[in-house]
């Protein structure tokens, strides 16, 4: 498998575990993009990227990036594809 992809287990994890959890909704979404943005970060680290050049290929700011990967911004499917697109690009 190509590491530019994330695999479903390593998403899925972090969902499964909630479940089990009496949390609120609230607790359930803060903890899933936490868990995520963890995912992402190893990502992005495991390619030799930093946090900048993630951002430039993303076309986000560095700040919005980090925030993602700490948990502390939402996380869509879109910003998911831009990142798997950006991650699987070559370096210039």
């Known amino acids: 498998m190509n590491e530019a992809h994330l ?8 969902l499964m575990q909630l479940q089990v959890e009496k949390l609120t909704l609230d607790e359930r979404k803060k903890r899933v993009y936490a868990e995520l943005g963890i995912v992402l970060r190893r990502r992005r680290s495991l390619a030799g990227l930093s946090t900048h050049e ?3 290929r993303m076309g ?4 919005y990036v980090s925030a993602v990967e700490l ?3 939402p996380l869509t499917i879109a910003y998911v594809d831009t990142f798997l ?3 699987a690009e070559r370096q210039v």
């Open 7 to 14: 695999e479903k287990a390593e998403l899925i994890a972090p």
């Open 54 to 56: 993630m951002a430039r």
């Open 60 to 63: 986000f700011s560095a700040q």
């Open 71 to 73: 948990g502390r911004r």
């Open 85 to 87: 697109e950006s991650l």
